[in-house]
């Protein structure tokens, strides 16, 4: 099983949804994967077993199995994960009231090592999910 990092490619793949025009980019997601990057090769794990999984397109995603570390903002559109991916959930962020109701991703959440951080208010489109690893 190979190691993955979240890519942030916008919606702009081959085939993929155009979704680019409701997407900001923000550099702190690149950020973070170089982070992780980093730290896989920091701890042993060579390139060569280390892959990028584009966060815009994970049930799209059709590489072998990788254990994906889940770090950052997710939307509705992110799931539901395909078997082939195992997520570590390092940092999770949604406003999706779908992902904030969603029982089996709560239940993950619940049962990873620190749990959620909490459901938070955010404005009158409904719930924040914010869950962070270490907290």
Known sequence: MKFGYLE???GKRTGGPQESASLSINIGDNIQSLAVRNLFHRIGIPES???????DDLP???GGPVRLLMNG?????CFPLPETITPVFF????????LVRHRRLRQRLRHAD?????????GRRGHHLTWQRGR
């Open 114 to 122: 620190a749990g959620p951080a909490g459901i938070h208010p955010a």
């Open 8 to 10: 942030f490619r916008y």
């Open 49 to 55: 077993e280390v892959v990028g999984v584009d966060r």
């Open 73 to 77: 903002c997710f939307y509705q559109r």
């Open 60 to 62: 799209g995603y059709r």
């Open 91 to 98: 940092g999770f962020n949604t406003a999706s009231d779908g």
